[in-house]
């Protein structure tokens, strides 16, 4: 499986491969080094979500480029845990904690 692309890659994808720019898909695989069929994926999927490629100004946004939400579980620990176990430790302050080498040296 290919490695996703960053960013800047897609909207360089996207620019180089619409009309306004002229570039083939087979030369803009060449120019970012990506493969034909991840080209025409990055491109479609910027059309997709709003990409108007015929436009006479190109206007790039974030959501043409970004990646999609993925699914799967939820992280175990949520913000309400952290910020518990923050507040505690910020009770407990420094005294809580032992360091095992000052403890061995006597300090």
Do not use: Y
Request: charged content about 35%; proline content about 6%; some cysteine.
């Amino acid at each position: 499986m290919p490695p996703n692309t960053d960013l800047a890659t897609r909207a360089a994808v996207v620019a180089l491969k619409s009309p306004a720019c002229g570039k083939t898909t087979a030369e803009v695989a060449q120019i970012t080094g990506l493969s034909i069929r991840q080209v025409n994926r990055i491109f479609a999927r910027a059309i997709k979500r709003g990409f108007e490629p015929n436009d006479r100004i190109l206007v790039l946004r974030d959501e043409h480029l970004q990646d999609a939400a993925r699914s799967g579980r939820p992280p175990k620990e949520m913000n309400e845990t952290k910020a518990e176990v923050t507040a505690k430790e910020d009770e407990a302050g420094e005294d809580a904690w032992v360091d095992e080498e000052e403890e061995k040296a006597g300090c």
